[in-house]
């Protein structure tokens, strides 16, 4: 089993403590030597010919959180199907260790360097001529995370000049939560409205998840982001793909996806359902709401530093900035506006709060007619004019999620001071 581990507060120690327990099993832990993306863990697990592997992280989430993600021998995110025979074994047996160095001298943990290989995998993914002929100028913000400088190395031998914001890895990230969105992005969104640059891009604490910035300021949600790799995919790459979206992405990508008339799957949040799906080779390209965006030829899990750099191409080889491209999406394909809100709830009342989402009988949400309601992940209602309005409890903290996306800003307001108000 590879074994990774992220930036957080003792994570390197509940890697090592992780290979102990494996190397007592009688499972040879490949542990990393340092720090490093889950993507990196990832492509480990699945290209090595390994059982799996173990990552210590919690993601995005607030630096007092800490957790493990689990990886397939395919590199994909574990199902349900796979976590729960995990948890099953939890208070079964006395966990069973041996010391680390005891583990290491019989050869049943070795540390390895899993992050040569990673960059050497994008490497051979990307166009790495037309990136080396760029003369962009960027921004990147590695919010204090695992993806850290690893950007600088992969474009070393590029006309690219890389300015990197946060890079030093921090346990308290700087006291703001890594996770790769508007209100965590203050500094770079500043940076960006000052000019200079072509564009702005950030990665979440473990590095499989990205936000992008263009020049002016404006924030490109993660659709949107997803909407231009798709437009290039088809439009520049000639390539035949079909699309994966979670319940979460906007309406966008369903506009694009009938332009082109490439076939779209829709799934609950979590993209360990779209993982699924590249596996079952029904999606090539897959995307979600929360910057997590993967491709099937490359690895049937998200990452966030691929997705970086495949932007980059794209303004490499199309010639054109990021703000046409955006420009172009929206004359062909029309303007979104989405928001989210995260509202903070005393455990206890969770099953309340769902009731009382869940038996809202009006037929209207802000004067329009309700469509259709939709359960796949969590609630959704579909409002007759194409806008929607989703209602979802996460799964790692006690958050509802509200998501809500329409034609006007003026509309997305008012139907999230809605959802607002109804869940108070």
Request: charged fraction near 25%; hydrophobic fraction near 40%.
């Amino acid at each position: 089993m590879a074994v990774g581990y992220d930036t957080r507060f003792l994570s390197d120690k509940y890697a090592e403590i992780i290979a102990c327990v494996l190397a007592a099993n009688g499972i040879k832990a490949l542990l990393s030597k340092s720090f490093i993306p889950t993507p990196a863990l990832s492509l480990a697990a699945g290209k090595q010919g390994l059982s799996g592997g173990i990552m210590v992280t919690a993601s995005h989430n607030p630096a007092e959180f800490n957790g493990i993600k689990f990886k397939t021998n395919l590199g994909s995110s574990a199902g349900p199907e796979i976590t729960k025979k995990i948890e099953a074994y939890i208070g079964k047996n006395k966990v069973k260790s041996l010391p680390f160095k005891t583990a290491m001298t019989k050869g049943l943990i070795e540390e390895t360097d899993s992050l040569s290989a990673y960059k050497k995998n994008i490497r051979s993914f990307l166009d790495m001529k037309a990136l080396n002929k760029s003369r962009l100028n960027i921004l990147i913000d590695s919010m204090h995370g695992a993806s850290n400088a690893i950007i600088l190395d992969i474009l070393k031998s590029s006309g690219i000049k890389v300015t990197i914001l946060r890079e030093k890895p921090r346990v308290d990230f700087g006291n703001v939560p890594p996770e790769p969105i508007a209100k965590n992005l203050k500094q770079l969104t500043s940076l960006m409205k000052e000019g200079g640059y072509d564009i702005g891009l950030a990665t979440d604490g473990d590095g499989d998840r990205l936000a992008a910035v263009a020049p002016g300021g404006r924030f490109i949600t993660s659709s949107e982001v997803f909407g231009l790799l798709i437009i290039y995919f088809t439009r520049y790459k000639k390539k035949s793909i079909a699309i994966g979206k979670t319940i979460s992405s906007s309406n966008l990508i369903n506009r694009i996806c009938e332009n082109y008339n490439l076939d779209l799957s829709e799934t609950p949040i979590g993209f360990k359902y779209l993982a699924d799906l590249m596996i079952k080779e029904k999606v090539s390209l897959a995307g979600e709401e929360s910057g997590g965006i993967g491709i099937r030829n490359y690895l049937p899990d998200r990452d966030g530093l691929l997705i970086q750099l495949l932007l980059l191409e794209m303004i490499s080889k199309t010639g054109k900035s990021i703000g046409q491209l955006l420009g172009e999406m929206e004359k062909n394909f029309g303007r979104f506006y989405y928001q989210r809100a995260d509202f903070k709830f005393p455990g206890q009342t969770r099953e309340k709060l769902k009731s009382k989402i869940k038996n809202y009988r009006s037929k209207t949400i802000v004067n329009k007619k309700i469509k259709e309601i939709k359960e796949i992940d969590g609630i959704k209602f579909i409002l007759e004019d194409g806008s929607w309005l989703l209602f979802r409890f996460s799964g790692t903290e006690p958050i509802l999620r509200i998501y809500v996306e329409s034609n006007t800003k003026k509309s997305t307001s008012a139907m999230i001071n809605f959802a607002a108000n109804l869940v108070k």
